[in-house]
């Protein structure tokens, strides 16, 4: 039995299997530049950030309807309820879509067909994240959130995605500030190619209540003892890590030491269908390649519980 888990760092986008991919291109009409899934496969190889995103940007072309973003979720929480994800908090990238021509309604309904029968279907309960573009313009933020305003009662938060370095947090203070007037909860990618300092201006700038990745805090000592001393929760995701080439090697990944200094940290898949793994393979992974013991696992999915929304919402409910 796996162990009981929640992830806080997918990005719904980064679920699409290759199979999954051309099944929907075919149904689409739309044509992808690859012979086959294992031509596709073959360039899941990447030297950075940015060369990931160009593909992952380039095979949303083939989600068009609200049926395609239904399977596409359904797909991900059978997935991840296999390897025991009984509370999924899923990114998803508005502009992307809504760039290409597809509706900010048609993404939405879609995934919340997926989302509202998933404590049903899979066992898992789900949130929705909204996440700007931090290589688009904070104006076109602004305006995403001004479109996403019929759908807020279905979205709990909103994040901060893609290419990070020369986009530093202080880019949305505005969006930040106006997403936290209503009510919606708040996090950012920060210091995964970006420098420790995009951290600490995610928490100051922003607001935000947990940082995606913040693996470069590391480099920082005194960031490391704040985050330890708030208790701000990081949502770690090792094998991405691995394939976006953050680090050498899994064996080389900070997150024993992490834990040792007392860091809030979670174990996460990002985009599972790109890095080779979902939640319960990462916790596998970093089992085998870092010697995790088995009460440091139990420790990383009791924390994924506690990072979590839905902590709060219960307190909230019972208050
Ligand atoms: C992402 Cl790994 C990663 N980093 C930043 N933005 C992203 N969007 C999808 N995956
Ligand atoms: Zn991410």
Redesign the pocket.
């Known amino acids: 039995m796996p162990l009981p888990k929640a992830e806080l760092h997918l ?1 719904i ?2 679920t699409l299997e290759p199979e999954l991919a051309f099944e929907l291109a075919a149904r689409n009409g739309v044509s992808l530049p690859y012979a086959d899934t294992d031509a596709l496969r073959e360039a899941y190889r990447f030297a950075d ?1 940015q060369s ?2 160009n593909l ?1 940007y380039e095979l949303m072309a083939v989600l068009r309807t609200e049926d395609d973003f239904a399977d596409l979720a359904n797909a991900y929480l059978a997935r991840a309820a296999a390897q025991g994800v009984r509370h999924a908090e899923i ?1 998803f ?1 508005p502009q992307a879509h809504v760039a290409r021509g597809v509706p900010l309604g048609t993404v939405v309904e879609g995934l919340w067909r997926a989302l509202g029968e998933s404590e049903a279907n899979h066992g898992v309960s789900t949130r929705l994240i909204m ?1 700007f573009l931090r290589d688009e313009s904070a104006e076109s933020a602004l305006l995403t959130l001004e479109a996403a305003r019929p759908y807020l009662d279905r979205i709990t938060g909103v994040g901060l ?4 370095v020369g986009h530093p947090p202080a880019k949305f203070r505005e969006v930040y500030e106006a997403a936290a007037a209503l009510g919606l909860r708040r996090v950012a ?1 920060a210091g ?1 190619e970006g420098p420790p300092e995009y951290v600490t201006e995610a928490l100051d700038v922003l607001g935000v209540e947990r940082v995606d ?1 913040g693996l470069r805090c590391v480099e920082d000592p005194a960031l490391v003892e704040r985050l330890v001393r708030e208790r701000i929760p990081l949502t770690l ?1 090792p094998l ?1 890590n691995v394939r ?1 080439r953050t680090v050498d090697t899994l064996a080389d990944h900070p997150l024993p030491a992490m834990l040792d200094a007392g860091l809030l940290c979670t174990v996460n898949s ?2 599972p269908a790109y890095f080779g793994g979902y939640a319960g393979d990462n916790f596998a992974a970093v089992h085998e390649s870092l010697g995790l013991s088995r009460d440091r696992l139990r420790e990383l999915a009791r924390n994924s519980f506690l990072a979590s929304f839905l902590e709060d919402d219960e307190e909230r409910r019972a208050r």
């Open positions: 990005h986008e980064g950030l990931f995103l992952y990114f990238d996440c995605d893609s290419a990070e990618h995964e990745h995701c991405s976006l990002d985009d």
